[in-house]
């Protein structure tokens, strides 16, 4: 059970930050996972450990576990070059590998040039992966972290081109399976996802809405169309953490879970540019990042994602310790980088002191 002191500091986050809602899981060493789930979605529906969110860029956790499968299948390679598998993409240049893809230091700009123009248009991801495959360069690669969503589309093209399947396909047999994952990605789920609260989009309450719409959730993007639940998340980033034995080579976890950009500047932009930005395969390296969602006392090893949904999962590889908190409030209001780590913070502390 969630230890009391946490339950309260997260009935204080969703009081200060107006989240309706929120489902924590947490795992404290080698112990069961431990859950607290209170309050609703945006309609007031109650919420439950089962409840489907849709987890925004933690969808990269899983493509990028995807590409690392077929990595240590013998499938792709780490340092390949992007025209091996995409000739016709814009991208293709010295120095733009699978590697800086992960890490987001190929060089590409944050978002499809065009993204305003194209939403709300019948799209599918094929389409959308065209328009990845006309993007080119803004900076010469591996000279700055830029944070993106394009270098997830090229590299889910990577994926079709090699295994000949639908990206959902192919990441449903080599992740979502594997790994006990209810998820989807371009299909809908037999149940509807909880309603987000907070969305900032001129789409609000309209069928195009983004995050709570049919229509965005059978764009598929694998960036951030994702659907799964707060135990769906957790065993992504325990995954980079070795919980299923085999789905991934030692030698490639410890790669994916070090620093890939040689202390290069960069980020999200804003006030979450760093002068050291140190990123993993796939997965977000706390580092010394200040604001960060991760708490004070996590170690700078820690590794995961966020979601700006209003969802974060991160995984303390020195004090072995996993927590997701999926909140039904988009980060918008700040809630996510402010209120979240002051849970993470009393979880660490928790098994500390146990």
């Known amino acids: 059970m969630v230890p009391t002191e946490i339950q309260r500091i997260t009935r204080e986050v969703m009081s200060k930050f107006d989240v309706p ?3 924590l899981l947490m795992r404290r060493g080698d112990g069961e996972i431990e859950m607290f789930v209170e309050g609703t979605d945006a309609t007031g529906k109650a919420i439950t450990r089962a409840s489907l969110f849709i987890v925004a860029s933690i969808t990269k956790l899983a493509t990028a576990l995807t590409v690392l499968r077929l990595i ?6 780490l340092d390949d070059a992007l025209g091996e598998y995409l000739p016709k993409a814009k991208a293709v240049h010295e120095g733009v590998t699978l590697r800086p893809l992960l890490c987001h230091t190929a060089g590409l700009p944050r978002d499809l040039p065009n993204e305003h123009e194209l939403y709300g248009t019948p799209m599918v991801w094929s389409d959308i992966g065209s328009e990845c495959l006309r993007v080119g360069l803004e900076i010469p690669p591996r000279t700055r972290v830029v944070y993106g969503n394009v ?3 090229l590299l889910a093209l990577v994926v079709e081109y090699m295994t000949g399947k ?3 396909g192919a990441l ?3 992740v979502l399976d594997p790994l006990e994952i209810e998820g989807y990605l371009g299909d809908e789920p037999p149940i509807e996802p909880v309603k987000i609260k907070g969305v900032q989009s001129s789409h609000v309450g309209t ?3 983004p995050y709570n719409s049919r229509y965005y959730r059978l764009l598929g993007l694998p960036w951030s169309g994702l659907i799964t639940n707060a ?6 980033a325990r995954a980079y953490a070795g919980e299923t034995p085999g789905f991934l080579s030692a030698t490639l976890r410890q790669k994916a879970t070090a620093d890939q950009t040689n202390g290069l500047p960069g980020g999200y932009g804003g006030r979450f540019d760093y002068p050291h930005c140190p990123w993993g395969l796939g997965v977000d390296l706390r580092g010394d990042k200040r604001p960060h969602w991760t708490p004070k006392n996590a170690s700078q090893r820690t590794f995961g994602h966020a979601g700006a949904s209003g969802v974060v999962v991160w995984h303390d590889p020195n004090k072995n310790v996993s927590w997701a908190i999926f909140g039904t409030r988009t980060a918008d209001n700040a809630w996510l980088v402010r209120g979240a780590p002051e849970i993470a913070e009393k979880i660490l502390a928790s098994h500390v002191t146990q």
Do not use: N, Q
Request: no cysteine; charged share 25%.
């Open 166 to 168: 639908s990206f959902l």
């Open 231 to 236: 135990d769906g998340a957790l065993k992504l």
């Open 72 to 77: 240590d299948l013998g499938v792709l390679g």
């Open 172 to 174: 449903r047999e080599l």
């Open 207 to 209: 069928d195009l809405e």
């Open 21 to 23: 809602g929120i489902a």
């Open 151 to 153: 270098g997830y589309g």
